[in-house]
């Protein structure tokens, strides 16, 4: 998470939220940097899906962070940006 804050130039004296999100049978852990300048999602391998990113995409982060080995299948990961851009396109969308 620190490594993402530097990467990114965020203060790393900016308060930092930890959420839990259930969608159906999965629980999410998501971080929040000073409400919504950056939202992190560090899921496990293969969780990340599309209706989880129109739930983090509704809330208009100013940037976002997901894992890459976090995306349920490459469909996701391409769908990810397009989900974005339609209903928070002002956020910086990263992957790493």
């Known amino acids: 998470?620190?490594?993402v804050l530097l990467d990114w130039g965020v203060d790393l004296t900016l308060p930092i939220t930890r959420k839990m999100i259930k969608i159906d049978s999965?629980?999410?852990e998501l971080f929040f940097v000073d409400g919504n300048s950056l939202a992190a999602c560090f899921a496990k391998s293969g969780e990340i899906d599309e209706e989880l990113c129109r739930i983090l995409a509704e809330r208009q982060p100013q940037r976002i962070v997901?894992?890459?080995?976090?995306?349920?299948?490459?469909d996701v990961k391409i769908n990810v940006e397009q989900i974005f851009k339609q209903l928070s396109p002002y956020t910086?969308?990263?992957t790493i």
């Open 1 to 3: 998470m620190f490594q």
């Open 26 to 28: 999965k629980e999410f």
């Open 66 to 74: 997901f894992r890459d080995s976090g995306f349920a299948n490459d």
């Open 92 to 94: 910086d969308v990263k």
